[in-house]
């Protein structure tokens, strides 16, 4: 296994605002590129290369082809389809999955045993798919999961209490979309709880309902004003293989398997977990409320609807 390497399958919006992210903070060894596309790849490779001068470090990237997953660190998956006026979530899950199998078996031939990050929507169910067609341990298969929700979450929090996102601490856990939903006693601004920084700057406590609500319509209103969403999750991204590739042991909501955690099993979901170089080092399992409890479980019941209805027979599918 070649440190610092990373396979990126998907050059699109998503997959190369993270490569572009990884130019600019360097720390990344190589970057290979791979897509159905493959003049798109060199013409990717070109361009970000011919900004190398002025990177802080070098980095080594090139267009390639699977047979470059046998000795990467990390191979990153944000290819798939994006979700078209009229289909539903389950008829882009059955068209993705496809897809997103065809990937994994490509990946796992070259004989590669790294991580693999899914970003490829609906992402919980994608990295299911990822982890029963791969055959790798489910520590090693991860899906971005609310990474992003909980990126937007603190910005939001941040900019209504007026201070630095750095000093939010604070989650989106459950599926990433509308299901959603925050551990409020869990939220910290530095060492204090939101709540009590609400309680006592006389804050209404329904403001809190309305940041998750700016939360979950993110998406929807960057898709409207700008067609499709992809910086924000690019520099997710990058944050994710990021952790792993320098074994950060950081806590970060990633999608990852449920077995006898939060009185779920068979199921991938975002929560947070410890990420170093081996993938989830471990879950942080949180005391929820009965409400939060309510939320999770009605989060996992849509996802394993959805997983039963949509992608079981064409995983199994030869």
Not at 33 to 46: P, S
Not at 191 to 220: F, R, S, T, W
């Amino acid at each position: 296994m070649k440190k610092g390497k990373v396979v990126l399958v998907g050059a699109g919006f998503v997959g190369m605002s993270m490569a572009y992210s990884m130019l600019n903070k360097g720390g990344i060894e190589e970057l290979v590129l791979i897509d159905i596309d493959k003049e798109k790849t060199v013409g990717e490779e070109m361009d970000l290369s011919h900004g190398l001068p002025y990177a802080p470090r070098k980095m080594v990237i090139k267009s390639g082809d699977y047979t470059a997953c046998k000795d990467a660190q990390t191979v990153v998956i944000t290819a798939g389809v994006a979700q078209k006026p009229g289909q539903t979530r389950l008829e882009l899950a059955q068209v993705n999955t496809k897809i997103v199998k065809q990937i994994t078996k490509s990946v796992m031939e070259s004989g590669f045993n790294g991580i693999i990050i899914v970003a490829s929507n609906p992402v919980d169910i994608m990295t299911y798919v990822v982890w029963k067609v791969s055959g790798l341990p489910k520590n090693k298969v991860i899906g971005t999961g609310t990474v992003l929700d909980t990126a937007r979450l603190r910005y939001l929090v941040a900019d209504y209490l007026k201070v630095s996102s750095k000093n939010v601490h604070a989650y989106i856990m459950g599926e990433h979309g509308d299901s959603s939903f925050v551990p409020w006693d869990h939220a910290y601004v530095g060492c204090k709880k939101v709540k009590d920084i609400m309680k006592d700057n006389h804050h209404p406590m329904e403001d809190l309902k309305k940041i998750h609500k700016g939360v979950v319509n993110a998406a929807y209103e960057i898709i409207e004003k700008k067609k499709a969403t992809y910086y924000g999750i690019g520099m997710a991204l990058d944050r994710l293989v990021r952790a792993v590739i320098d074994n950060e042991n950081s806590i970060l909501t990633v999608s990852t398997y449920l077995e006898n955690q939060y009185g779920q099993n068979d199921i991938y979901i975002g929560v947070p977990a410890i990420i170093n170089r081996n993938g989830v080092r471990e879950l942080i399992e949180l005391n929820l409320n009965d409400y939060e409890q309510e939320k999770l479980d009605h989060s996992c019941k849509l996802i394993k609807e959805m997983r039963q209805q949509s992608i079981e027979k064409i995983i199994e599918s030869k």
